[in-house]
């Protein structure tokens, strides 16, 4: 399903710690938008919905709702340095009509 890669891994591990949610599930939200594009949001959620996918990756427990594990299949997430000094999550997503493979343009 989803992929950690050990820098994403490695921050998320140090976010749950510095906003004491340490067990909490990190939720991963994808909406295709009217464009076919797609928007991502992901944030600690101990709520349990109808249809929710759980996966414990690199000793992280992520969960996916049902309208989003199929657009989520194959996706990785990163932690990259975009620009000097600014590191941010970014997601690798094959089924993301916008997506271009990491080395391709």
Do not use: C, W
């Not at 049902?66 to 970014?90: C, H, N, R, W």
């Amino acid at each position: 399903m989803i992929k950690l890669t050990a820098e994403a891994a490695k921050q998320i591990l140090i976010s749950a710690e510095q906003n004491d949610k340490p067990s909490m599930p990190l939720r991963i939200a994808i909406k295709q938008q009217d464009d076919g594009s797609f928007h991502y949001a992901m944030g600690f959620d101990q709520q349990r919905l109808p249809g929710d996918v759980f996966v414990n990756i690199e000793k992280i427990n992520l969960v996916v709702s049902e309208k989003s594990k199929d657009l989520a299949e194959g996706m990785t997430i990163d932690y990259v340095e975009l620009e000097p000094g600014k590191l941010e999550f970014i997601f690798l997503n094959p089924n993301d009509p916008t997506y271009t493979a990491p080395g391709r343009k």
